[in-house]
Protein backbone atom coordinates (compact mmCIF):
# COMPACT_ATOMS: atom_id res chain seq x y z
CA UNK A 1 0.00 0.00 0.00
CA UNK A 2 1.12 3.19 -0.86
CA UNK A 3 1.70 5.88 2.15
CA UNK A 4 2.27 9.27 1.13
CA UNK A 5 3.64 11.98 4.06
CA UNK A 6 2.81 15.29 3.63
CA UNK A 7 5.57 17.85 4.78
CA UNK A 8 3.86 20.96 4.56
CA UNK A 9 0.46 22.21 4.05
CA UNK A 10 -0.55 23.54 0.92
CA UNK A 11 -1.70 27.70 1.85
CA UNK A 12 -5.08 27.93 2.62
CA UNK A 13 -7.48 29.22 -0.33
CA UNK A 14 -8.49 32.09 1.66
CA UNK A 15 -4.59 32.66 1.71
CA UNK A 16 -4.22 32.62 -1.34
CA UNK A 17 -6.64 34.86 -2.86
CA UNK A 18 -5.66 37.48 0.05
CA UNK A 19 -2.15 37.50 -2.32
CA UNK A 20 -3.72 40.03 -4.32
CA UNK A 21 -4.85 43.32 -2.11
CA UNK A 22 -8.00 45.37 -3.60
CA UNK A 23 -8.64 48.61 -1.93
CA UNK A 24 -11.81 48.63 -2.97
CA UNK A 25 -14.06 46.10 -4.66
CA UNK A 26 -16.96 46.85 -6.32
CA UNK A 27 -20.20 44.15 -5.57
CA UNK A 28 -21.06 41.95 -7.92
CA UNK A 29 -24.97 42.45 -9.10
CA UNK A 30 -27.42 39.44 -9.17
CA UNK A 31 -26.69 38.07 -12.74
CA UNK A 32 -24.72 34.70 -13.06
CA UNK A 33 -21.83 34.98 -14.54
CA UNK A 34 -20.59 32.11 -17.17
CA UNK A 35 -16.75 31.07 -16.75
CA UNK A 36 -16.04 29.36 -19.46
CA UNK A 37 -13.23 27.10 -18.74
CA UNK A 38 -10.80 25.35 -21.69
CA UNK A 39 -8.71 22.21 -20.54
CA UNK A 40 -6.33 20.29 -22.54
CA UNK A 41 -5.68 16.97 -20.42
CA UNK A 42 -8.36 14.44 -19.67
CA UNK A 43 -10.94 14.93 -17.35
CA UNK A 44 -10.63 11.45 -16.24
CA UNK A 45 -7.09 12.23 -15.08
CA UNK A 46 -6.89 12.67 -11.23
CA UNK A 47 -4.53 14.94 -11.11
CA UNK A 48 -6.46 17.46 -12.28
CA UNK A 49 -9.60 17.60 -9.38
CA UNK A 50 -7.52 19.29 -6.69
CA UNK A 51 -6.39 21.62 -9.08
CA UNK A 52 -10.01 22.86 -10.40
CA UNK A 53 -11.30 21.81 -6.48
CA UNK A 54 -8.73 24.39 -5.18
CA UNK A 55 -9.96 27.08 -7.65
CA UNK A 56 -13.60 26.57 -6.87
CA UNK A 57 -12.80 26.92 -3.41
CA UNK A 58 -10.62 30.14 -3.55
CA UNK A 59 -14.03 31.94 -5.75
CA UNK A 60 -16.28 30.41 -3.24
CA UNK A 61 -13.78 32.42 -0.21
CA UNK A 62 -14.48 35.66 -2.79
CA UNK A 63 -17.93 35.26 -3.05
CA UNK A 64 -18.46 33.44 -6.36
CA UNK A 65 -20.76 30.04 -6.17
CA UNK A 66 -21.24 27.82 -9.21
CA UNK A 67 -25.09 28.01 -9.44
CA UNK A 68 -25.61 30.38 -7.41
CA UNK A 69 -24.30 33.36 -8.75
CA UNK A 70 -21.44 32.13 -11.60
CA UNK A 71 -21.58 28.68 -13.97
CA UNK A 72 -18.80 26.69 -14.57
CA UNK A 73 -18.89 25.98 -18.41
CA UNK A 74 -15.93 23.46 -18.41
CA UNK A 75 -14.31 21.83 -21.94
CA UNK A 76 -11.29 18.60 -22.52
CA UNK A 77 -9.71 18.75 -25.52
CA UNK A 78 -7.02 16.03 -24.52
CA UNK A 79 -3.46 17.13 -26.18
CA UNK A 80 -5.37 17.01 -29.23
CA UNK A 81 -4.61 20.59 -31.06
CA UNK A 82 -6.74 20.37 -33.54
CA UNK A 83 -10.03 19.54 -31.11
CA UNK A 84 -8.27 22.33 -28.93
CA UNK A 85 -9.28 24.74 -31.85
CA UNK A 86 -12.43 23.59 -32.21
CA UNK A 87 -13.56 23.59 -28.53
CA UNK A 88 -12.18 27.46 -28.42
CA UNK A 89 -14.45 28.14 -31.26
CA UNK A 90 -17.33 26.54 -29.59
CA UNK A 91 -16.81 27.90 -26.07
CA UNK A 92 -16.41 31.66 -27.47
CA UNK A 93 -19.57 30.95 -29.37
CA UNK A 94 -21.22 30.79 -26.01
CA UNK A 95 -20.26 34.12 -25.04
CA UNK A 96 -18.92 33.65 -21.17
CA UNK A 97 -17.78 36.22 -19.36
CA UNK A 98 -14.28 34.99 -18.99
CA UNK A 99 -12.61 31.96 -19.59
CA UNK A 100 -9.50 30.33 -17.58
CA UNK A 101 -7.42 28.27 -19.95
CA UNK A 102 -4.61 25.81 -18.93
CA UNK A 103 -2.24 25.78 -21.29
CA UNK A 104 -0.37 27.57 -24.14
CA UNK A 105 -2.08 25.90 -27.20
CA UNK A 106 -5.33 26.29 -25.37
CA UNK A 107 -4.86 29.56 -24.80
CA UNK A 108 -3.93 30.47 -28.31
CA UNK A 109 -6.35 29.00 -29.93
CA UNK A 110 -8.60 30.88 -27.81
CA UNK A 111 -7.24 34.50 -28.34
CA UNK A 112 -7.84 32.93 -32.40
CA UNK A 113 -11.14 32.64 -31.62
CA UNK A 114 -11.87 36.15 -29.17
CA UNK A 115 -9.87 39.47 -28.94
CA UNK A 116 -12.87 40.55 -26.60
CA UNK A 117 -13.47 37.83 -23.96
CA UNK A 118 -11.27 38.00 -21.21
CA UNK A 119 -8.79 35.27 -20.94
CA UNK A 120 -7.21 34.44 -18.18
CA UNK A 121 -4.65 31.59 -18.70
CA UNK A 122 -2.59 29.14 -16.27
CA UNK A 123 0.60 27.04 -16.86
CA UNK A 124 1.88 28.88 -19.84
CA UNK A 125 5.22 28.37 -20.10
CA UNK A 126 6.33 31.70 -22.17
CA UNK A 127 3.29 34.13 -23.05
CA UNK A 128 5.41 37.26 -24.46
CA UNK A 129 7.34 34.37 -26.42
CA UNK A 130 4.25 32.75 -27.65
CA UNK A 131 2.38 36.08 -28.73
CA UNK A 132 -0.38 36.12 -25.81
CA UNK A 133 0.71 39.42 -24.32
CA UNK A 134 2.73 42.38 -25.35
CA UNK A 135 4.88 42.22 -21.64
CA UNK A 136 4.46 40.38 -18.19
CA UNK A 137 4.15 44.07 -16.08
CA UNK A 138 0.91 45.30 -18.70
CA UNK A 139 -0.16 42.72 -20.88
CA UNK A 140 -2.80 44.91 -22.68
CA UNK A 141 -5.34 43.17 -24.96
CA UNK A 142 -8.06 40.64 -23.02
CA UNK A 143 -5.69 38.18 -21.74
CA UNK A 144 -3.76 37.55 -18.31
CA UNK A 145 -2.87 35.23 -15.63
CA UNK A 146 -0.12 32.64 -14.33
CA UNK A 147 2.98 31.36 -16.27
CA UNK A 148 5.72 28.88 -15.40
CA UNK A 149 7.93 30.70 -16.66
CA UNK A 150 11.12 29.64 -14.43
CA UNK A 151 13.76 28.53 -16.86
CA UNK A 152 16.24 27.90 -13.95
CA UNK A 153 14.15 24.60 -13.79
CA UNK A 154 15.77 23.14 -16.99
CA UNK A 155 19.17 22.69 -14.80
CA UNK A 156 17.52 22.21 -11.36
CA UNK A 157 16.00 18.89 -12.72
CA UNK A 158 19.36 17.90 -13.92
CA UNK A 159 20.84 18.57 -10.43
CA UNK A 160 18.42 16.65 -8.70
CA UNK A 161 19.00 13.85 -10.88
CA UNK A 162 22.60 13.66 -10.53
CA UNK A 163 22.18 14.07 -6.38
CA UNK A 164 19.70 10.70 -6.36
CA UNK A 165 21.71 8.97 -8.69
CA UNK A 166 25.37 10.04 -8.64
CA UNK A 167 27.35 8.71 -11.48
CA UNK A 168 25.39 9.46 -14.62
CA UNK A 169 27.04 10.27 -17.43
CA UNK A 170 24.27 10.87 -19.70
CA UNK A 171 21.04 12.81 -19.14
CA UNK A 172 18.04 13.36 -22.01
CA UNK A 173 15.11 16.03 -21.95
CA UNK A 174 12.18 14.53 -23.21
CA UNK A 175 9.44 17.15 -24.66
CA UNK A 176 6.84 17.18 -27.32
CA UNK A 177 7.78 20.20 -29.09
CA UNK A 178 4.10 20.06 -30.73
CA UNK A 179 2.76 21.76 -27.36
CA UNK A 180 5.93 22.96 -25.41
CA UNK A 181 8.65 25.15 -26.60
CA UNK A 182 12.36 24.13 -25.87
CA UNK A 183 13.43 27.09 -26.09
CA UNK A 184 12.92 27.65 -22.00
CA UNK A 185 14.23 24.26 -20.48
CA UNK A 186 16.98 23.68 -22.46
CA UNK A 187 19.64 25.81 -21.99
CA UNK A 188 19.55 25.75 -18.37
CA UNK A 189 19.49 21.93 -18.70
CA UNK A 190 22.24 22.06 -21.19
CA UNK A 191 24.35 24.52 -19.14
CA UNK A 192 24.49 22.23 -16.17
CA UNK A 193 24.91 19.69 -18.33
CA UNK A 194 28.23 21.31 -19.19
CA UNK A 195 29.27 21.31 -15.29
CA UNK A 196 28.27 18.93 -14.35
CA UNK A 197 30.39 16.89 -16.92
CA UNK A 198 26.80 14.80 -18.23
CA UNK A 199 26.33 14.73 -21.77
CA UNK A 200 23.63 15.99 -22.58
CA UNK A 201 20.84 15.04 -25.06
CA UNK A 202 17.72 16.52 -26.45
CA UNK A 203 15.08 13.78 -27.00
CA UNK A 204 11.85 15.52 -28.77
CA UNK A 205 9.22 12.90 -28.68
CA UNK A 206 5.01 12.81 -30.42
CA UNK A 207 4.24 9.15 -29.43
CA UNK A 208 4.56 5.68 -27.27
CA UNK A 209 6.24 4.52 -29.13
CA UNK A 210 8.54 7.12 -29.54
CA UNK A 211 8.50 7.46 -26.13
CA UNK A 212 9.47 3.82 -25.31
CA UNK A 213 12.78 4.21 -28.55
CA UNK A 214 13.93 6.99 -26.75
CA UNK A 215 14.27 5.42 -23.13
CA UNK A 216 15.79 2.56 -24.44
CA UNK A 217 18.01 3.82 -26.32
CA UNK A 218 18.85 6.15 -23.01
CA UNK A 219 18.81 2.48 -20.78
CA UNK A 220 21.19 1.05 -23.65
CA UNK A 221 23.87 1.41 -21.82
CA UNK A 222 24.52 2.25 -18.01
CA UNK A 223 24.86 5.76 -16.47
CA UNK A 224 22.07 7.07 -18.29
CA UNK A 225 19.40 9.58 -16.34
CA UNK A 226 15.66 11.26 -17.55
CA UNK A 227 14.49 14.64 -17.50
CA UNK A 228 10.82 15.14 -18.52
CA UNK A 229 9.62 18.57 -19.62
CA UNK A 230 6.49 20.16 -18.32
CA UNK A 231 3.50 20.10 -20.95
CA UNK A 232 0.18 18.15 -21.31
CA UNK A 233 1.33 16.22 -23.58
CA UNK A 234 4.27 14.11 -21.13
CA UNK A 235 1.04 14.22 -18.01
CA UNK A 236 -1.13 12.71 -20.58
CA UNK A 237 1.81 10.00 -21.25
CA UNK A 238 3.38 9.41 -18.04
CA UNK A 239 1.76 5.64 -17.65
CA UNK A 240 3.94 4.83 -20.82
CA UNK A 241 7.03 7.09 -19.51
CA UNK A 242 7.50 5.36 -16.05
CA UNK A 243 7.01 2.17 -17.31
CA UNK A 244 9.78 2.80 -19.73
CA UNK A 245 11.75 4.02 -17.37
CA UNK A 246 11.32 1.08 -14.86
CA UNK A 247 11.83 -1.41 -17.54
CA UNK A 248 15.09 -0.04 -19.12
CA UNK A 249 16.64 0.93 -15.43
CA UNK A 250 16.63 4.59 -15.96
CA UNK A 251 16.60 7.13 -13.07
CA UNK A 252 13.99 10.05 -14.08
CA UNK A 253 13.19 13.48 -12.76
CA UNK A 254 9.64 14.87 -13.37
CA UNK A 255 7.99 18.12 -12.75
CA UNK A 256 4.56 17.11 -11.44
CA UNK A 257 3.91 15.09 -8.19
CA UNK A 258 1.48 13.09 -10.07
CA UNK A 259 5.08 11.69 -11.67
CA UNK A 260 6.13 10.26 -8.53
CA UNK A 261 2.49 9.25 -6.96
CA UNK A 262 2.00 6.82 -10.24
CA UNK A 263 5.70 5.43 -9.89
CA UNK A 264 8.19 8.05 -10.99
CA UNK A 265 11.37 8.34 -9.29
CA UNK A 266 11.39 12.31 -8.02
CA UNK A 267 9.41 15.07 -9.15
CA UNK A 268 10.24 18.88 -8.48
CA UNK A 269 8.26 21.81 -9.80
CA UNK A 270 5.50 24.25 -9.63
CA UNK A 271 2.69 23.87 -6.80
CA UNK A 272 -0.06 23.66 -9.39
CA UNK A 273 -3.04 23.84 -6.79
CA UNK A 274 -1.40 26.74 -5.50
CA UNK A 275 -1.27 28.35 -8.98
CA UNK A 276 -5.17 27.69 -9.43
CA UNK A 277 -6.05 29.38 -5.65
CA UNK A 278 -3.86 31.80 -7.10
CA UNK A 279 -5.89 32.06 -10.44
CA UNK A 280 -9.23 32.46 -8.75
CA UNK A 281 -8.06 35.99 -7.43
CA UNK A 282 -8.10 37.06 -11.34
CA UNK A 283 -11.16 35.78 -12.03
CA UNK A 284 -12.79 37.36 -9.25
CA UNK A 285 -11.37 41.34 -10.28
CA UNK A 286 -12.36 40.83 -14.10
CA UNK A 287 -15.68 40.08 -13.01
CA UNK A 288 -16.21 42.79 -10.76
CA UNK A 289 -14.78 45.04 -13.07
CA UNK A 290 -10.60 45.10 -14.00
CA UNK A 291 -9.53 44.81 -17.39
CA UNK A 292 -7.63 41.93 -18.05
CA UNK A 293 -4.88 43.38 -19.86
CA UNK A 294 -4.17 45.86 -16.03
CA UNK A 295 -3.18 42.68 -14.47
CA UNK A 296 0.28 41.72 -14.14
CA UNK A 297 1.08 38.16 -15.52
CA UNK A 298 2.18 36.19 -12.58
CA UNK A 299 5.47 33.83 -11.74
CA UNK A 300 5.49 31.10 -9.66
CA UNK A 301 5.71 31.31 -6.14
CA UNK A 302 5.44 27.91 -4.41
CA UNK A 303 7.30 24.76 -5.81
CA UNK A 304 7.01 21.54 -4.51
CA UNK A 305 8.86 18.23 -4.34
CA UNK A 306 7.78 14.25 -4.05
CA UNK A 307 10.28 11.55 -3.95
CA UNK A 308 8.65 7.36 -4.27
CA UNK A 309 11.09 5.26 -2.36
CA UNK A 310 9.80 2.20 -3.85
CA UNK A 311 11.02 3.33 -6.79
CA UNK A 312 14.30 4.22 -5.65
CA UNK A 313 14.82 0.63 -3.75
CA UNK A 314 13.95 -0.85 -7.29
CA UNK A 315 16.44 1.10 -9.00
CA UNK A 316 19.05 0.59 -6.91
CA UNK A 317 19.26 3.92 -5.09
CA UNK A 318 19.81 5.43 -1.48
CA UNK A 319 17.55 8.40 -1.39
CA UNK A 320 20.10 11.24 0.00
CA UNK A 321 19.22 13.16 3.07
CA UNK A 322 19.29 15.74 1.70
CA UNK A 323 16.49 15.20 -0.91
CA UNK A 324 13.96 13.54 2.06
CA UNK A 325 14.56 16.86 4.27
CA UNK A 326 13.54 19.13 0.85
CA UNK A 327 10.33 16.91 0.02
CA UNK A 328 6.76 17.42 0.67
CA UNK A 329 5.71 14.47 -0.20
CA UNK A 330 7.59 11.24 0.49
CA UNK A 331 5.95 7.90 -0.73
CA UNK A 332 6.95 4.45 0.52
Do not use: C
Not at 121 to 140: I, M, Q, T, Y
Not at 313 to 321: A, Q, Y
Amino acid sequence: MIAMIRRRDFISALGGAAAWPVATRAQPDDRVRHIGVLRAGDENDPMWEPRLSAFTQALAHLGWTDDRNVRMDIRWAGADINRIQVLARELVGSQPDIILTTSTPATVALQRETRTIPIVFANVVDPVASGLVVRLDRPNGNTTGFAILEATLGGEWLELLLEIAPGLKRAAIMFNPNTVSASVYVPSFETAARSLKVEPIIAPVHSDVEIEAAIIALGREPAGGLVVMPNTFMSMHRAPIILAAARSNVPAVYSLAAFARDGGLLSYGIDQVDTYRRVASYVDRILRGTKPGDLPVQLPTKFEMAVNLKTAKTLGLTVPHSILLRADEVIE
